[in-house]
């Protein structure tokens, strides 16, 4: 039976009124009442949706052999159920940091210099992995001063909006005039993307799961062999642009973390399969890290093993 959580994101943005009172609390008094909503609510309202979660996930973790080496596979299935639902008291307390804080008291940024040189040959496509807080990283770009451009599903935009208003009462214009949404599922969406970056935005994407039905390329991965898209890396070869990959994740005691990596570089369209290649190989590294908290475990199964590419391309060697 699934059941309605206080802290699901959709019953917050459709009952507001109950959690004007947490902004209305200090910071670390919020803190504290959120961790113990989400406490009481692991043992009661989203126990049954926990243990569902854990389940699902199992028989997936069999199909990437890399977790073998490391993993003990059904600790790793438990722990991601706990994590999937156990991150949105962490979401909504992170949200009302980003209105009340600056940035670097609660975030440590690292790797700035890769920013800088991508941006030195303009706003380059960012590719964070999909894990932890990541509805998040627009929010946490556009507060550092970088306005950004990112594929999102139509209703999520509205949700966070509604999100903000019910915890502040009214969410943060300027904030929400830096982020620009790129609506899914939208055949004109990689255009407008292409157009954005064109006029200097950031523009920020999940690769592993948002670029669509492109050719696919056979890339190993996890052990596995997968089909890769590559419409990244071929946005930033017709924009002449870097792709820039980063993570954003909890670092623990109150403190957040948000790492740029090295540019990869698109020079020509024959480096399109190649850039591609760089950038799962990269994500394999990031999810191997911490694969409780990536949560495309199920787009694994159903795409990226599942697929057939259109024009099966081998991976280089």
Do not use: C
Not at 49 to 76: E, G, H, M
Not at 81 to 108: M, T, V
Not at 118 to 123: F, H, P, Y
């Amino acid at each position: 039976m699934n059941t309605d959580a206080f802290l699901d994101l959709d019953v917050i943005a459709r009952n507001p009124e109950p959690y004007k009172l947490l902004g209305q609390l200090e910071l670390r008094g919020l803190e504290q009442v959120l961790n113990t909503i989400a406490q009481a609510e692991v043992r009661h309202a989203v126990a049954d949706r926990i243990s569902t979660a854990a389940r699902f996930v199992r028989p997936i973790l069999d199909l990437a052999p890399a977790l073998n080496k490391t993993f003990d596979l059904d600790k790793l299935a438990r722990r991601w159920g706990a994590f999937k639902y156990n991150r949105q008291a962490g979401l909504l307390h992170l949200s009302l940091l980003l209105h009340r804080k600056e940035p670097r008291e609660i975030i440590d940024i690292e790797g700035m210099e890769h920013l800088i040189l991508a941006l030195n040959r303009g706003a380059p496509f960012l590719t964070p992995i999909h894990a932890g807080p990541f509805q998040l990283i627009p929010f946490v770009l556009a507060r550092i001063g970088y306005p950004v451009a990112t594929f999102m599903e139509a209703d999520s935009v509205t949700l966070w909006r509604e999100i903000g208003i019910a915890l502040m009462d009214a969410a943060n214009p300027d904030l929400y005039a830096r982020i620009v949404p790129i609506p899914l599922p939208s055949k004109r969406a990689p255009r407008d993307a292409l157009r954005l970056n064109r006029e200097g935005l950031l523009v920020l994407t999940f690769p592993e799961f948002t670029m669509g039905e492109q050719p696919k390329h056979a890339v190993r991965f996890l052990g596995a062999q997968v089909w890769a898209v590559d419409g990244v890396a071929r946005m930033a070869w017709l924009n002449k642009r870097d792709i820039l990959p980063l993570i954003f994740r909890v670092r623990g005691e109150g403190r957040y973390v948000l790492r740029f990596y090295p540019p990869i570089q698109v020079s020509g369209r024959e480096e399109i399969l190649n850039a591609t290649v760089a950038f799962y190989r990269w994500l394999e590294r990031r999810v191997l890290e911490e694969p409780h908290t990536w949560l495309s475990w199920s787009f694994f199964k159903s795409h990226m093993l599942s697929l057939q590419p259109h024009k099966p391309t081998p991976a280089p060697t």
